[in-house]
Nanobody, 126 residues
Framework: QVQLVESGGGLVQAGDSLRLSCTASGRTFSSYHMGWFRQAPGKEREFVAAIAWNGFTTFYTDSVKGRFTISRDNAKNTVYLQMISLKPEDTAVYYC???????????????????WGQGTQVTVSS
């Protein structure tokens, strides 16, 4: 099965930057849409960003638009989430996800995704 491993989380101050990475196993990484979701304590898992299998299109939730950038390097089986101007409300566990069906646009709902990483904690202090 496909395995996803996130890294790059940590404790930062408001206004700082972080880059999250998600590395996937398997030879079919380049065929998957990839997404980032986050979940704060006591809250529902929330869509953050997604990138199409070929990297040509990206999608973002409004609260991170202009601050976060999703990208991928298929040669490294890795998807990234570059985060700048971090705010305390960005504090959450961030999850990487993969969607096998590339015939549709990347979804904004968690149930559209087939594989998930274990999550990496991002904490932003005020």
């Amino acid at each position: 099965q496909v395995q996803l491993v996130e890294s790059g989380g940590g404790l930062v101050q408001a206004g700082d930057s972080l880059r999250l990475s998600c590395t996937a196993s398997g030879r079919t990484f380049s065929s998957y849409h990839m997404g980032w979701f986050r979940q704060a304590p006591g809250k529902e898992r929330e869509f953050v960003a997604a990138i199409a299998w070929n990297g040509f299109t990206t999608f973002y939730t409004d609260s991170v638009k202009g601050r976060f950038t999703i990208s991928r390097d298929n040669a490294k089986n890795t998807v990234y989430l570059q985060m700048i101007s971090l705010k305390p409300e960005d504090t959450a566990v961030y999850y990487c996800a993969a969607r096998a069906d590339r015939t549709v646009v990347p979804g904004r709902r968690a149930y559209h995704y087939d594989y998930w990483g274990q999550g990496t904690q991002v904490t932003v202090s005020s």
